[in-house]
Each structure stands twice: as structure tokens, then as C-alpha cells.
């Protein structure tokens, strides 16, 4: 069974950095092929994707949005992938989402994941 678990949500203050993390498990990671995943939801508002990066030939790719103010990484020894998050802003509120998918050949989309995580709430005050 899959499991992501995310950690390091809380209330921060606008221009400070944060920086998630995903516990990841179960035996679906095991051949390699998977791609990691962040989404956010703000509030009233729909997911939408941050960034992924793939195991299988590490690659990562980025929203428009969020270049140059987010970076994902991953450690696979520990099987945690990260969000750095720097210089936030108000309109950072949101739940943030890991996400997995088991097959790298198709992009990592919010239609094409297979698991999610709960999610944590990242509340960024002006």
C-alpha cells in the first residue's frame, strides 16, 4: 500500500522560507519508475500542479509560476522528496499535496496521479 505522508506546514511570515517534506512508501516505488510530485490547493480556489521530479532519470520540471522561488529534491535513501519554498507570499496560503505516479512516461498532471497525500497547510501572514 502507498503511503506519502507531508510534514513542515505552520504559519510563516511573507518573505521567510519554508520547506516541506514528503515521507514516501509501499512496494509500488521498488522498480524506480515513479515521479514525485507537488500540488497546492489555496482557499476557494482549485489544485494546482508545483513541481516533479522523476526517479528514474532525475529529472524535475517546474510550474511557470513558481520558478525561481521553488526547488524540489529528493533523498533517496530516505525516500522523502522536498519543497523548498522561498520568499512567500501572502497568496502561498494553501494545502500542499504530495503526489506519486508509477509510470514516468506521462507527465505528471493532476488528472495522472496515482496517490496523494493528505496534505499541509502552509498559512503565509503579511
Known amino acids: 500500500q502507498v503511503q506519502l505522508v507531508e510534514s513542515g506546514g505552520g504559519l510563516v511570515q511573507a518573505g521567510g522560507s519554508l520547506r516541506l517534506s514528503c515521507a514516501f512508501s509501499?512496494?509500488?516505488?521498488?522498480?524506480?519508475?515513479?515521479?514525485m510530485g507537488w500540488f497546492r490547493q489555496p482557499p476557494g480556489k482549485e489544485r494546482e500542479f508545483l513541481a516533479a521530479t522523476s526517479r528514474k532519470d532525475e529529472s524535475t520540471y517546474y510550474a511557470d509560476s513558481v520558478k525561481g522561488r521553488f526547488t524540489i529534491s529528493s533523498d533517496n535513501v530516505k525516500n522523502t522528496v522536498y519543497l523548498q519554498i522561498n520568499s512567500l507570499k501572502p497568496d502561498d496560503t494553501a494545502v500542499y499535496y504530495c503526489a506519486a505516479r508509477f509510470d514516468t512516461r506521462v507527465p505528471m498532471t493532476q488528472s495522472t496521479v496515482h496517490s496523494w497525500g493528505k496534505g499541509t497547510l502552509v498559512t503565509v501572514s503579511s
Open positions: 509501499g512496494r509500488s516505488f521498488i522498480s524506480g519508475d515513479y515521479a
